[in-house]
């Protein structure tokens, strides 16, 4: 016996649990791990402690449940399992008293029957459970539990209880550990979230370029949820399908492209869009639909995916996809942050629609203005339609008659015989004139360039095609549009203008959406279509639908009547213009010029009055007779086609020139006609230049 009655026996047990409960404390301070401490707790209490587990109980205040956690043991079988408890156990029990339960024997406890049962078919005899509580709150419960009968002492019940005492601090701090952790980790990722948002608005802000847009989106959601598929669809309320308009796809196989139309019944895309709501796909749920869109999708590869409706002030406006190649299902975790992803580039896609919308229509406004400017401005010699003839009151007559119509009119006539001018007064006299009239030489543009310029074109649809062009149909909608030349329109070309005239409806080149038009057409011609309709130079088909209503201009030598009027009025207009004064033109000038064959008709007539002002050095009209050398001549009688007139003229005026074409010397200005059309005439005629 030592001086304070214990014996050298017991004083030994003390000394190892008090050095046992420095430990404890040294393990707690150095470990924050509940699975690490017990594993360095545990050895240390099988030295003054005898027991088979340690089973740790804490209480769920949430549900009320006590949740058991297994930290030490040799044999599963010996411990409780992991998991919920009721309330209605040892653990509970202990934690609402905070009393220490000891049982001695087990097959002998009655107060729990179910625990007992379960403890004692797995050889546990004795059983200590204390409370784990700290100075701030009760945590539950420490249990031990031995395959020995009176394993614990009230000693040992005591030291147990200072073991708790420190477990407690150390499950605290753990539990407080977790927490902090858990809340700096939901902080990050909320943090993340709105970085994220507002990359994607600041994207929204920055850009209507909705391919831009899609990449910047799709590379700041990578850093949040994982994928390597992004797509952007819009809905076309008219084909009620969706098209892929932008795709980020770096290991695409080619199956998925932008352009790609997409029904909207039968595929994950429609199905999110008709019900609104975010669709998280499985790659066995995407099986489950049987469309084309679906055989793609599985054979690029994607294996789990998200479809999200993009809907603006309650309009659809289409999907944004993304998917995985590697994960087998898609987080649906992230729902309300793709949804949110999903609302502002509906905006960006409401943004971009409404631009497009707008550019399109200043475009067309910007393109009327030109062509109003440039019929001013080419066609100021022409406000009003000159001359008294019976032979132009009848043109006029039918002009009148066939206006108020929306018939397509054939105009036939020789070159400068006023083609252009009866077209605009058919227009003026219809219903369209509030609309434009919209004016194509088709003999001065290039073949290679006919198709886009009638018809528009997207951006990229060919090499130069950097941007989206309205073509003249388009233009026209509403309006006339007058085509000249039409005899120059290639073969290739003719069977879609044809479709236009009959269906009013075409597609830009590069697209694939029907654009519908209401235009009226007003065709005109020098050449002679049914020889061409003959020659196979020109569609049959087409040609009877251009001549619904032929209108055939007289030419200015049948006519000659008109001459003195359009003289004074060419004269009164170059005057005007010059700043001169020409008050008279003599009777022989006028005699001569009335006399003249005028082979290029009007046009001819009003270049060589505006050469004759330029002449003109005082009062009266100085006109140069001797280009109108053969006026005295009586017209000689040929039986000549009007093509091999026209052919000797130009030859004539070719030599007369010395077979210079374009300048303001060349043949091309002495015949009032443009170098272009004069170069298309040579090589129709056959005319070669003599070597």
Same mark, same amino acid.
Request: proline fraction near 5%.
């Given at each position: 016996?030592?001086?304070?009655?214990?014996?050298?026996?017991?004083?030994?047990?003390?000394?190892?649990?008090?050095?046992?409960?420095? +430990?404890?404390? !040294?393990?707690?301070?150095?470990?924050?791990?509940?699975? /690490?401490?017990?594993?360095?707790?545990?050895?240390?209490?099988?030295?003054?402690?005898?027991?088979?587990?340690?089973?740790?109980?804490?209480?769920?205040?949430?549900?009320?449940?006590?949740?058991?956690?297994?930290?030490?043991?040799?044999?599963?079988?010996?411990?409780?399992?992991?998991? +919920?408890?009721?309330?209605?156990?040892?653990?509970?029990?202990?934690?609402?008293?905070?009393?220490?339960?000891?049982?001695?024997?087990?097959?002998?406890?009655?107060?729990?029957?179910?625990?007992?049962?379960?403890?004692?078919?797995?050889?546990?005899?004795?059983?200590?459970?204390?409370?784990?509580?700290?100075?701030?709150?009760?945590?539950?419960?420490?249990?031990?539990?031995?395959?020995?009968?009176?394993?614990?002492?009230?000693?040992?019940?005591?030291?147990?209880?200072?073991?708790?005492?420190?477990?407690?601090?150390?499950?605290?701090?753990?539990?407080?550990?977790?927490?902090?952790?858990?809340?700096?980790?939901?902080?990050?990722?909320?943090?993340?979230?709105?970085?994220?948002?507002?990359?994607?608005?600041?994207?929204?802000?920055?850009?209507?370029?909705?391919?831009?847009?899609?990449? +910047?989106?799709?590379?700041?959601?990578?850093?949040?949820?994982?994928?390597?598929?992004?797509?952007?669809?819009?809905?076309?309320?008219?084909?009620?399908?969706?098209?892929?308009?932008?795709?980020?796809?770096?290991?695409?196989?080619?199956?998925?492209?932008?352009?790609?139309?997409?029904?909207? !019944?039968?595929?994950?895309?429609?199905?999110?869009?008709?019900?609104?709501?975010?669709?998280?796909?499985?790659?066995?749920?995407?099986?489950?639909?049987?469309?084309?869109?679906?055989?793609?999708?599985?054979?690029?590869?994607?294996?789990?995916?998200?479809?999200? &409706?993009?809907?603006?002030?309650?309009?659809?406006?289409?999907?944004?996809?993304?998917?995985?190649?590697?994960? /087998?299902?898609?987080?649906?975790?992230?729902? /309300?942050?793709?949804?949110?992803?999903?609302?502002?580039?509906?905006?960006?896609?409401?943004?971009?629609?409404?631009?497009?919308?707008?550019?399109?229509?200043?475009?067309?406004?910007?393109?009327?203005?030109?062509?109003?400017?440039?019929?001013?401005?080419?066609?100021?010699?022409?406000?009003?339609?000159?001359?008294?003839?019976?032979?132009?009151?009848?043109?006029?007559?039918?002009?009148?008659?066939?206006?108020?119509?929306?018939?397509?009119?054939?105009?036939?006539?020789?070159?400068?015989?006023?083609?252009?001018?009866?077209?605009?007064?058919?227009?003026?006299?219809?219903?369209?004139?509030?609309?434009?009239?919209?004016?194509?030489?088709?003999?001065?543009?290039?073949?290679?360039?006919?198709?886009?310029?009638?018809?528009?074109?997207?951006?990229?649809?060919?090499?130069?095609?950097?941007?989206?062009?309205?073509?003249?149909?388009?233009?026209?909608?509403?309006?006339?549009?007058?085509?000249? /030349?039409?005899?120059?329109?290639?073969?290739?070309?003719?069977?879609?203008?044809?479709?236009?005239?009959?269906?009013?409806?075409?597609?830009?080149?590069?697209?694939?959406?029907?654009?519908?038009?209401?235009?009226?057409?007003?065709?005109?011609?020098?050449?002679?279509?049914?020889?061409?309709?003959?020659?196979?130079?020109?569609?049959?088909?087409?040609?009877?639908?251009?001549?619904?209503?032929?209108?055939?201009?007289?030419?200015?030598?049948?006519?000659?009547?008109?001459?003195?009027?359009?003289?004074?009025?060419?004269?009164?207009?170059?005057?005007?213009?010059?700043?001169?004064?020409?008050?008279?033109?003599?009777?022989?000038?006028?005699?001569?010029?009335?006399?003249?064959?005028?082979?290029?008709?009007?046009?001819?007539?009003?270049?060589?009055?505006?050469?004759?002002?330029?002449?003109? &050095?005082?009062?009266?009209?100085?006109?140069?007779?001797?280009?109108?050398?053969?006026?005295?001549?009586?017209?000689?009688?040929?039986?000549?086609?009007?093509?091999?007139?026209?052919?000797?003229?130009?030859?004539?005026?070719?030599?007369?020139?010395?077979?210079?074409?374009?300048?303001?010397?060349?043949?091309?200005?002495?015949?009032?006609?443009?170098?272009?059309?004069?170069?298309?005439?040579?090589?129709?005629?056959?005319?070669?230049?003599?070597?």
């Amino acid at each position: 016996m030592n001086d304070r009655g214990f014996s050298g026996r017991e004083a030994n047990y003390l000394s190892r649990q008090y050095r046992t409960l420095l +430990e404890v404390s !040294e393990s707690i301070v150095s470990h924050r791990d509940l699975t /690490e401490l017990f594993r360095d707790l545990a050895p240390r209490l099988h030295g003054v402690i005898d027991f088979d587990f340690i089973n740790l109980i804490l209480h769920e205040s949430d549900r009320n449940v006590m949740v058991s956690n297994v930290l030490e043991t040799p044999d599963p079988n010996y411990a409780c399992p992991s998991g +919920e408890c009721p309330m209605e156990t040892p653990g509970g029990w202990v934690w609402q008293t905070q009393q220490p339960w000891v049982v001695s024997a087990m097959e002998k406890d009655t107060r729990f029957p179910d625990v007992t049962r379960w403890l004692t078919d797995r050889g546990i005899k004795s059983l200590c459970v204390v409370p784990t509580t700290t100075a701030l709150r009760r945590l539950g419960a420490l249990a031990f539990g031995s395959s020995r009968e009176g394993a614990y002492s009230q000693p040992d019940v005591e030291f147990l209880q200072q073991v708790a005492k420190q477990v407690a601090l150390a499950v605290d701090n753990a539990l407080n550990f977790e927490r902090a952790q858990s809340i700096q980790q939901q902080l990050k990722e909320e943090r993340d979230r709105l970085s994220l948002l507002l990359e994607v608005n600041n994207a929204v802000v920055s850009t209507l370029d909705l391919h831009e847009l899609l990449n +910047e989106v799709s590379a700041s959601l990578r850093r949040l949820i994982r994928h390597e598929y992004a797509s952007l669809s819009l809905y076309d309320p008219e084909t009620q399908r969706l098209q892929i308009h932008a795709l980020d796809f770096p290991a695409s196989r080619g199956l998925l492209q932008e352009g790609l139309w997409v029904p909207v !019944e039968g595929t994950p895309t429609g199905l999110a869009l008709t019900s609104r709501q975010p669709i998280f796909l499985t790659r066995h749920d995407i099986e489950q639909f049987g469309s084309d869109i679906v055989r793609r999708i599985l054979g690029e590869g994607l294996k789990a995916g998200c479809c999200l &409706p993009l809907i603006s002030h309650g309009r659809p406006l289409g999907t944004l996809v993304v998917a995985s190649l590697t994960e /087998e299902t898609f987080p649906q975790k992230d729902a /309300e942050l793709l949804q949110h992803v999903a609302n502002q580039i509906a905006i960006a896609v409401e943004n971009a629609l409404a631009f497009g919308q707008v550019v399109d229509r200043a475009n067309k406004l910007t393109e009327e203005k030109l062509y109003l400017q440039d019929e001013i401005r080419t066609e100021y010699n022409f406000e009003e339609i000159i001359g008294e003839s019976p032979a132009l009151k009848r043109v006029l007559q039918q002009v009148q008659t066939v206006a108020p119509t929306d018939s397509t009119i054939l105009i036939q006539g020789e070159t400068g015989t006023g083609k252009e001018l009866i077209a605009r007064a058919i227009h003026n006299l219809s219903g369209r004139r509030d609309r434009t009239l919209v004016k194509v030489n088709c003999a001065a543009i290039p073949t290679g360039l006919l198709e886009s310029e009638l018809f528009g074109h997207e951006k990229g649809a060919f090499t130069g095609a950097i941007a989206q062009r309205i073509g003249r149909f388009e233009l026209a909608n509403g309006g006339t549009l007058f085509l000249d /030349e039409v005899g120059d329109i290639p073969l290739e070309l003719q069977p879609k203008l044809l479709r236009v005239l009959q269906e009013q409806e075409f597609e830009r080149l590069g697209s694939t959406r029907t654009i519908r038009v209401n235009v009226r057409l007003v065709a005109a011609t020098n050449s002679d279509l049914t020889q061409m309709v003959a020659d196979k130079q020109f569609r049959r088909d087409l040609y009877y639908r251009l001549n619904v209503f032929p209108v055939t201009i007289p030419p200015l030598r049948e006519r000659r009547e008109d001459i003195p009027l359009l003289v004074r009025y060419f004269v009164q207009q170059y005057a005007r213009r010059m700043k001169k004064r020409v008050d008279t033109i003599p009777a022989k000038a006028m005699s001569a010029l009335s006399e003249y064959r005028w082979p290029g008709n009007v046009r001819e007539l009003e270049n060589f009055i505006e050469r004759a002002v330029i002449l003109s &050095p005082g009062p009266e009209l100085r006109v140069p007779l001797a280009e109108l050398k053969t006026a005295t001549e009586p017209a000689p009688h040929s039986t000549n086609t009007l093509e091999e007139a026209e052919r000797e003229h130009i030859l004539k005026v070719l030599k007369d020139t010395d077979w210079v074409v374009g300048g303001p010397s060349g043949a091309a200005a002495r015949l009032g006609i443009k170098r272009t059309t004069l170069q298309s005439r040579i090589k129709k005629l056959g005319i070669t230049h003599p070597r």
